[in-house]
């Protein structure tokens, strides 16, 4: 009964057409937590370019997910990408070299995503290009990268509404009157019921709640929209706010807002949150609660300076956060439930075994 994650391994030898087909879960019996690993199966936030110089290849990556039971990607680019003539890596690295948006990664991911066959895991491409401050060609832009490859994009993002630390690099956070102007792509990604996945800081460590408002707009704006946001507002410039208050926060804003669902990626979550037990034991209750709308995810950046042992590392850390849900939470948020409901795909989690 107990073959699920046995099926995770051989899903490697599973010789199929195109890099879409994955084997189904549904008949796969009860996954049992006191055995089998606590890691999410979903990595839905996941950058196959890194800002600047050699990247991971696909292939290459593919067997990371395999070995480390990873079955569905989102595929993203970077927002911002530094200019080709730097020998920058990290923005961070280089103050004052601008990074800006650019469909560039979009199509690099989309093309090799075409040309590889990544065995046994469902690749989601994601539509990282838009400039949120600048928003009047969005809509062009989608169309141009949708003709060129009909069909393939069903996400967007991460895009940066409010990214402090872009902004020694030249990037502009959107004001509210840009937000206004979002309505023609935003009204597309509803048509189509894509989701988007927005950074939007929460605030900093001296203001905590600074730049909530810029959250609150979209939402307000855009209430029919799938809307994640990334790493719950959090950040490293928020390492510091009270749970109590970021909780509530949420709290308020998911339920004024139903189409709103948490991106919990970034191992700064766990670093600077989570692993404190006291302050995990304030979270666990939240995710339990609200599980159907938290996805997971790494927040990999694929640099070449990276290897397995990073990536193995990251998404264990982000993982760590799942031992303490219960049932329906761990089946939603580490068994991919939650993403797969945001998604639309028709796959289904295994059921917890019961204890
Ligand atoms: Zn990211």
Request: aromatic letters at 10%; a negative charge; glycine letters at 6%.
């Amino acid at each position: 009964m107990r073959r699920w994650r046995a099926l995770c391994a051989a899903s490697a030898m599973v010789v199929v057409s195109g890099a879409w087909a994955v084997p189904s879960l549904a008949d796969a019996g009860c996954f049992d937590r006191t055995t089998q690993p606590y890691t999410s199966v979903v990595d839905s936030h996941f950058h196959l370019r890194p800002f600047g110089g050699p990247g991971i290849p696909l292939t290459e990556m593919g067997e990371y997910w395999r070995q480390t039971g990873v079955r569905y990607v989102n595929l993203y680019g970077i927002g911002q990408i530094l200019p080709v003539d730097s020998p920058c890596i990290y923005y961070l690295d280089c103050l004052g070299t601008p990074v800006l948006p650019s469909p560039k990664n979009d199509v690099e991911n989309a093309q090799d995503v075409a040309q590889t066959n990544v065995d046994g895991v469902h690749l989601t491409l994601s539509m990282t290009f838009p400039d949120l401050a600048n928003p009047g060609g969005i809509l062009d832009q989608m169309r141009q990268l949708d003709s060129a490859y009909p069909g393939k994009f069903h996400w967007m993002g991460e895009v940066n509404l409010m990214k402090q630390a872009l902004l020694g690099n030249g990037a502009q956070p959107a004001t509210l009157g840009a937000i206004v102007s979002w309505s023609p792509f935003m009204d597309e990604l509803r048509r189509r019921d894509m989701p988007i996945n927005i950074h939007s800081d929460l605030g900093n460590d001296a203001d905590p709640l600074k730049f909530l408002y810029l959250m609150e707009t979209v939402l307000t704006l855009y209430p029919e929209n799938k809307i994640v946001w990334a790493h719950m507002g959090l950040s490293n410039e928020l390492k510091t706010i009270d749970p109590a208050l970021h909780i509530a926060t949420l709290r308020r804003v998911m339920d004024q807002h139903p189409n709103l669902y948490l991106d919990i990626s970034w191992r700064v979550l766990e670093d600077s949150y989570f692993s404190r037990g006291p302050v995990r034991e304030q979270y666990v209750p939240f995710f339990d609660q609200y599980s159907s709308r938290v996805i997971p995810g790494t927040d990999f950046v694929a640099s070449r300076k990276k290897d397995f042992a990073v990536y193995a590392e990251e998404l264990d850390v982000t993982s760590r956060i799942n031992k303490y849900l219960n049932d329906k939470a761990f089946r939603d948020i580490a068994l991919g439930q939650s993403y797969f409901d945001l998604l639309g795909l028709p796959e289904q989690a295994p059921p917890v075994c019961a204890a």
